[in-house]
């Protein structure tokens, strides 16, 4: 089975520029008006309304067209590469972690996560199945 990550799926954009900026779900949340629960969701959606996206956007404190243009490899091009207009001195910023451990680690996590969850559904039929046996 093979799977394809669509690279312009918004959701993902939000989230990671939501965790650039330090902002929990929480707090994206209730600046919102919604439950952690909504932002979870929208964060796993490919698309999203226009006006929902706005929102989002000017809660993050950048436009809507930063999310949709939004660009891992971007992000680390400019931070490598700084250009400090005052002194007219390039600054090459370094990343101290491995970006690809990162995103490794976080799958990582996830899928244990899903294999718990899973487990639990599993857990869940099973004594259900025994309960009807019962009656």
């Known amino acids: 089975m093979t799977t394809t990550i669509n690279p312009n799926h918004i959701g993902r954009k939000i989230a990671r520029i939501r965790e ?10 209730e600046e919102l008006g ?17 006006e929902k996206l706005e ?11 930063a999310i949709e243009n939004f660009s891992e490899e971007a992000v680390f091009n400019y931070f490598s590469n700084f250009y400090d207009n005052s002194t007219g001195q390039v ?6 972690f491995n970006p690809l ?3 490794k680690k976080s799958y990582e996590e996830n899928k244990k996560l899903y294999e718990r969850l899973v487990q639990a559904e599993k857990d869940k039929v099973a004594y259900l199945e025994q309960l009807l046996k019962k009656n």
């Open 20 to 29: 650039l900026r330090g902002m929990k779900q929480e707090t994206l949340a």
């Open 55 to 65: 929102s989002v956007a000017k809660i993050l404190g950048v436009t809507k067209e």
């Open 34 to 50: 919604i439950s952690q629960q909504s932002v979870s969701h929208l964060e796993q959606s490919e698309k999203i309304e226009d």
């Open 101 to 103: 451990e990162e995103l």
């Open 91 to 96: 600054y090459n910023n370094h990343c101290s």
